[in-house]
């Protein structure tokens, strides 16, 4: 039976999500993006209220929701503000290779820090040389008795000046190509981690976005997760995971964008009428609301496969490569509708526009997602599974 009602649970949180976007977020969104301010305080209070950390587990101090509950909530992070949404809900990404390769003690360590304050982690897997090619990446571990010792650099690393460890892939052998990368866990404060610079972005400017670099960092070797030279894979499993997530808040993005131009047209008066009533306008907002609707439907689905304990890296990148996209054209659209106002930063479409663009580029891009997608539907892994048929 396939059943698109929200249960009363979930659409408590959802409202719990979107009150908090609407009360705390909101109103300081575009006074943050205009300064690029970090949003601390914000985030301690969204830690307090419980829409941080969803996916830690209740036995390493989380709420333990599911990946459909963490959609419900990043959709409105998005609508609220996607940069300061992209702050909220980065530790689910540094965090999902501890969850899926971490010991026990490595998952208590770390996790629990993160359940016990609001602390921050982040995903250290880009580098300057390898961006989609992530076998290319040049950042080096070397075993040296129990100890691994960590050289390279990592850029785009989002929260990277704010978070208290990093889970870095690095080469354990160069020679193999992706069968020769690990990924640790590193902690912020061990000598040789240093913040080299922060971004200065076009979008998304309430969050925090860095280079990372690590000059013979010595990290014990628990710290590894899951086996030697197994990283590639526990990055790609990690983006499953988190790729719907990325997919609901672009949700969100084009919702806000929607909702904005559908008021301004039935206000905005040209020929004696409200725009509204221009067939050339009702158009646009028909197709925006279906892009969105359709968007909706294939994030909960990704997001419900996992949670029925399937592979949906198919789901995932469809999911992903089209919210993306649609919070690209919806909000293009958004400010089509404003006319001249919508290129004006009084008006709140732009920053809105200039905010999806990242969609299209973090956490794999539209193109990467179409790779993705080709290859599962010309060559699918494992074609029984439902998430790849
Ligand atoms: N789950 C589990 N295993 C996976 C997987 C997945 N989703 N995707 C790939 N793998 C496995 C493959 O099965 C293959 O395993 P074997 O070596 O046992 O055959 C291995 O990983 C290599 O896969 P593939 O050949 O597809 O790797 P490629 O190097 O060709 O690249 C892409 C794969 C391009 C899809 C990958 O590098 C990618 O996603 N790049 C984008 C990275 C990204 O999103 N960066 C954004 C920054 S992170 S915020």
Redesign the pocket.
Same mark, same amino acid.
């Given at each position: 039976m396939v059943d698109f009602t929200l249960t009363d649970e979930q659409k408590d949180l959802r409202e719990l999500a979107h009150n908090f976007a609407e009360k705390e977020i909101r109103p300081v969104a575009w006074d943050y993006d205009r300064d690029g301010t970090w949003p601390q305080e914000i985030i301690e209070k969204a830690w307090e209220v419980g829409l941080m950390n969803t996916h830690i587990p209740t036995e390493y101090g989380g709420p333990g929701l599911d990946y459909l509950a963490g959609c419900l909530i990043e959709e409105e992070m998005g609508w609220g503000c996607s940069g300061i949404g992209t702050s909220l809900m980065c530790n689910g990404?540094a965090t999902a290779p501890i969850v899926i390769g971490g010991s026990e003690e490595t998952k208590r360590k770390y996790l629990g820090m993160l359940a016990e304050e609001p602390k921050l982690a982040s995903?250290c897997?880009?580098e300057p040389d390898a961006?989609?090619?992530?076998?290319g990446m040049r950042t080096t571990a070397v075993k040296m008795g129990d100890q691994y010792v960590i050289n390279g650099s990592k850029c785009f690393i989002t929260n990277g000046g704010y978070a208290d460890f990093y889970t870095v892939y690095a080469k354990t052998d160069k020679e193999a190509g992706? +069968?020769g990368i690990s990924a640790f866990v590193v902690d912020r404060n061990l000598d040789g981690v240093t913040v080299d610079k922060k971004e200065d972005k076009l979008g998304q400017r309430a969050s925090n976005t860095a280079t990372i670099s690590f000059n013979d960092v010595a990290i014990p070797a628990e710290n590894m997760l899951g086996e030697e030279n197994h990283g590639? +894979?526990l990055a /790609? /499993?990690t983006?499953?995971r988190t790729r719907p997530g990325v997919a609901a808040m672009a949700v969100g993005i084009a919702r806000a964008a929607f909702e904005f131009a559908t008021d301004y047209s039935k206000e905005r008066v040209q020929f004696g009428v409200p725009i509204a009533m221009h067939q050339a306008i009702q158009f646009m907002i028909a197709d925006m609301a279906t892009k969105i609707e359709a968007a909706r439907l294939l994030v909960w689905q990704s997001g419900a496969l996992l949670d029925q304990g399937k592979r949906n890296?198919l789901a995932s990148s469809h999911a992903k490569r089209f919210s993306a996209d649609t919070a690209m054209e919806v909000t293009t659209d958004a400010v089509q509708i404003y006319g001249g106002y919508g290129f004006i930063k009084e008006y709140p479409v732009e920053k809105l526009m200039r905010d999806a663009k990242i969609m299209q580029l973090?956490?794999?891009t539209s193109q990467?997602q179409r790779?993705?997608i080709a290859?599962e539907v010309l060559m699918p892994?494992r074609a029984a599974e439902p998430a790849a048929a």
């Open positions: 990404l995903f897997l880009t961006g989609s090619d992530v076998s992706h +069968k590639f +894979k /790609m /499993m983006l499953d890296t973090y956490e794999g990467i790779l993705v290859r892994r």
